[in-house]
Nanobody, 127 residues
Framework: QVQLVESGGGLVQAGGSLRLSCEAS????????MGWFRQAPGKEREFVAA??????????DYVDAVKGRFTVSGDSAKNTVSLQMVSLSPEDTAVYYC??????????????????WGQGTQVTVSS
C-alpha cells in the first residue's frame, strides 16, 4: 500500500521560508506526477504546485498566488517531491497535502486525478 509522508511544516513569521518534503513509500512503481495542495480553515482544498516527469522533460505548474515564491522539485526515481516556500504571508496558512499518481496527469491541478494522498502538514504564517 502506498503511503505518502510529509514533513517540514511549522510556524513561521511573515516573510519567512519553509521547505516541505514528501516521500511515497510502499510502491514498486514510479510516481509520474506529484503535487501539493492546501486547505485553509473554512475553505476548499486548492492546488498549489505540481511536477510531472517523462522521458523527454519535466513539467511544473503553479497556482498564480505562489508563482515566484514557491518552487516544486523532486526525484522521480525516489518518489519524492519538495516544496520550497519563501516570502510567506499569512494567506499561505493552511494544511498542505502531498499528492501522487503513477499516471502522466495532463491536468496536474485537479485533485480528483491523484490516487494517493498524504495526511497533511500544518503551515502557519504569523503576521
Amino acid at each position: 500500500q502506498v503511503q505518502l509522508v510529509e514533513s517540514g511544516g511549522g510556524l513561521v513569521q511573515a516573510g519567512g521560508s519553509l521547505r516541505l518534503s514528501c516521500e511515497a513509500s510502499g510502491s514498486t512503481f514510479t510516481m509520474t506526477t506529484m503535487g501539493w495542495f492546501r486547505q485553509a480553515p473554512g475553505k476548499e482544498r486548492e492546488f498549489v504546485a505540481a511536477i510531472r516527469w517523462n522521458q523527454e522533460n519535466t513539467a511544473t505548474d503553479y497556482v498564480d498566488a505562489v508563482k515566484g515564491r514557491f518552487t516544486v522539485s523532486g526525484d522521480s526515481a525516489k518518489n519524492t517531491v519538495s516544496l520550497q516556500m519563501v516570502s510567506l504571508s499569512p494567506e499561505d496558512t493552511a494544511v498542505y497535502y502531498c499528492a501522487a499518481d503513477r499516471g502522466f496527469l495532463p491536468y496536474m491541478r485537479s485533485a480528483r486525478l491523484y490516487d494517493h494522498w498524504g495526511q497533511g502538514t500544518q503551515v502557519t504564517v504569523s503576521s
